[in-house]
């Protein structure tokens, strides 16, 4: 129905009611505000938060550091922890690494299961030469956009669909009441009671 609405067949064909074409305009016009709505919002919110990302990620780089670091125990060659695919999670041991003024510092990293004492490893320390997580990466960044995009488009896109279904009821409502005050004008006629 909706793709014959603008050919010339539809325009004059019998069936056809005011109500079938007000539907199919409410439709269009519904489903264009809902696109335009839910995709200049998802871009909106997903390029906030890729700047937003951006940053934490430029301050993340400029604060942290890599360094290598001896293993002082052996690592056990199984965790009591896993992950959800039942690989072994890393496991904690002491480790020692030379500090930017040259001195040794000591701390708790975690690292593969099975690593042996004497082996080298690599963790981050922050601007205070603490130990911490490895700076986020790009890829993170563009994960957290993507996210916030979608999720913030889904709301437009979830009120479009359901203005799109009142548009349905209220037309289908209209058409019952057309059929009905029809078919009371037609039906003695019809069933040879006039």
């Known amino acids: 129905m909706y793709a014959a609405i603008g050919s010339r067949r539809w325009r004059g064909h019998p069936l056809r009611r005011k109500v079938d074409v007000l539907e199919a305009r409410l439709w269009l016009l519904v489903a264009s505000l809902t696109l335009v709505c839910a995709s200049s919002l998802g871009i909106a919110h997903g390029w906030a938060a890729f700047n937003r990302e951006q940053s934490v990620v430029a301050e993340q780089r400029a604060d942290r550091h ?107 409502r209209r058409r019952a009441s057309m059929w009905e005050s029809e078919w009371s004008r037609v039906e003695p006629e019809w069933s040879r009671r006039a």
């Open 66 to 172: 890599l360094v290598r670091a001896t293993v002082l125990r052996d690592a056990a060659t199984s965790s009591p922890w896993a992950d959800e695919s039942g690989r072994s999670q890393r496991v904690p041991v002491p480790v020692r690494w030379v500090t930017a003024t040259g001195g040794e510092a000591t701390g708790e990293v975690p690292v593969a299961p099975g690593t042996e004492s004497g082996e080298r490893t690599k963790l981050w320390l922050d601007s205070r030469g603490d130990v911490t997580s490895a700076p986020l990466e790009y890829r993170d960044v563009w994960a957290e956009a993507l996210l916030v995009g979608g999720s913030s488009s889904a709301m437009p896109f979830s009120t479009g669909a359901l203005a799109g279904i009142g548009v349905r009821v209220v037309c289908n």
